[in-house]
């Protein structure tokens, strides 16, 4: 059974009148967290999307690009996108029913968080409404506001991202304390521990990027260290 024949079931389940946020009080355990992954992702890009007035077409290749849809399952990916965007519930709403389901897994809502960043920057613009709506879901899921600054340097096009953010840490650190630092991450963005903890294949891929982006962040910390 595919994820999006599974979407398709949990969107069904809802009542008359209930709304798509009533999804996540449903889906707190294996496998349905993957479904719920799924779902939390697109419904918070259909909310940003709105925050912002727009949906660009590189917003969808980006989408396309998070999650491999086939052409059999596009008709229910839009089905929640539009669900979310008509839902009277306000993206707080979502935000904090989702922060509820995976607030013993903090990485899993950096991951969530990283898709977010993904699509919102794939038109090569970041928008001041998104950058609002995003810092409010980070401070929503208590993203610490060096680990929120560390994505945003990561994905935001406007300048080269600063090594210190991505990692979130300070250049008065000492060298030992960034490794250690660094070494965390690694382990808990190693694609072989997100796929033990059950998570859908979208995130698998977002943590293959966090890992090249924070051992290059690692690479050049190091760099400048031996150079001074």
Not at 8 to 30: D, H, M, N, Y
Not at 133 to 151: H, N, S, T
Not at 212 to 224: K, L, M, P, Y
């Amino acid at each position: 059974m595919s994820i999006w024949t599974r979407i398709s079931q949990a969107i069904q389940a809802l009542a008359k009148g209930e709304g798509l946020s009533a999804v996540f009080e449903r889906l707190r355990t294996p496998p349905e967290r993957s479904v719920a992954f799924t779902i939390a992702v697109i419904a918070l890009s259909a909310k940003m999307a709105k925050a912002d007035g727009l949906v660009t077409r590189d917003e969808v290749r980006a989408f396309r690009e998070v999650f491999h849809i086939a052409a059999g399952d596009e008709e229910g990916a839009a089905r929640v996108f539009n669900l979310a965007r008509q839902d009277v519930a306000g993206y707080e709403e979502y935000a904090a029913r989702i922060a509820r389901m995976f607030s013993e897994d903090r990485t899993m809502l950096c991951t969530l968080m990283e898709g977010l960043f993904y699509i919102a920057v794939a038109d090569g613009r970041y928008h001041p409404k998104e950058d609002d709506f995003l810092e409010r879901v980070a401070q929503i899921f208590k993203m610490p506001q060096p680990e929120f600054r560390g994505l945003r340097a990561r994905f935001v096009p406007d300048a080269q991202p600063d090594p210190y953010s991505v990692l979130g840490v300070s250049p008065e650190m000492e060298l030992a304390e960034i490794r250690k630092v660094w070494r965390a991450q690694v382990r808990e963005s190693h694609p072989d521990k997100m796929i033990a903890r059950g998570l859908p294949e979208e995130a698998v891929r977002l943590s293959e990027r966090r890992l090249v982006d924070i051992n290059r962040a690692w690479e050049e910390i190091s760099a400048q260290r031996q150079d001074a």
